[in-house]
Structure formats: C-alpha cells, structure tokens
C-alpha cells in the first residue's frame, strides 16, 4: 500500500506536498527524488525528509501530474479532498494561545501572557517616568488606545458586562 501524501502549499507553479508516514526516512526521500527528477513537468524538486515534504516547482506543476507521478512510480497516493485553508490570524494567534498556556502552567496558574504584557508596559512606563521622559504619548498611540477601548466597551455590552 502507498503512503498517503497531502498537499501543504498550492499556488500556480509551486505545490507542496507532506508525506508524513515517511518522515525522516531520507533513503526514501532520496529514492523519490531520483524516480521524479526525470519528469520533465517539474523543473525543480526539493525533498526535505526531516519534515516529510516534497515542493515540485515548474510552470506546468500541478496535482493532477504530481498525483499521476507519484502513483506510477509506486512513491505514494496523494489524497485530493478539499483544501482546508489556514487563516493568517489562526497562523499568528494559534502560538501566542500556546506561548500564554505555556507560561501559565510555568507560574502555576499566576501569570499568562496578557498579564505579562500588563506588567511590561506598566515596567516601561515606570522607566520612562525615572529618567524624566512625561511628554504625553504620540497621536496614533493614543488613537489606538482610544479604539481599544472603544471596542472593548462593545464586546463587554454584547456579552452583558457593564461596560
């Protein structure tokens, strides 16, 4: 049975694919590089074995050829369901949810990542304030601040908190 591959990255011209079942298996890889090397509807062919991915480059790269090569060459089946893509802001919150979970469990419950950017600023403010520096804070810092807590005065009253 041939290893079930998925596609990671689709863009015209560059598809990648993951292989996990042969994660780390660099003979593997090194096969699969030297089976599609010849294929001339891929210019370029980066195998990463620590990942367990494959990046086909070429103009006429796409998953119709990568899933004929891969299943001729007894390589792996790519699997071609829909496309479930990521939303930049699930790329950027996603860690910093784990880096805030991470640091409560290492205070014991004390301190998360919100209280530890509280106290920051608070520390920076105070900072400013020893070595002299009152001037009020510039006009988009103080918009921004202003819209925060505009919004935050929205989102307490949907959710039945006085504001």
Do not use: C
């Not at 990046?55 to 829909?82: K, M, Q």
């Amino acid at each position: 049975m041939l290893p079930e591959a998925h596609i990671g990255i689709l863009i015209p011209g560059r598809v990648r694919i993951r292989i996990p079942d042969k994660k780390g298996q660099s003979s593997y890889f090194s096969d699969l590089l030297n089976k599609l090397s010849g294929d001339r509807r891929f210019e370029k062919l980066v195998v990463n074995p620590i990942t367990g991915s494959v990046l086909f480059l070429g103009r006429d790269v796409d998953v119709a050829a990568i899933t004929e090569s891969g299943e001729a060459n007894h390589l792996f089946r790519l699997e071609t369901g829909p496309l479930h893509p990521v939303l930049v802001s699930n790329s950027v919150a996603n860690p910093i949810g784990k880096l805030s979970k991470g640091l409560q469990e290492f205070t014991g419950g004390e301190l998360d990542l919100k209280g530890m950017v509280i106290l920051g600023l608070i520390g920076v403010g105070l900072y400013q304030i020893i070595k002299g520096n009152l001037r009020a804070p510039p006009w988009y810092t103080a918009f921004w601040y202003a819209l925060g807590i505009f919004t935050k005065s929205f989102s307490d009253k949907d959710q039945g908190t006085p504001a």
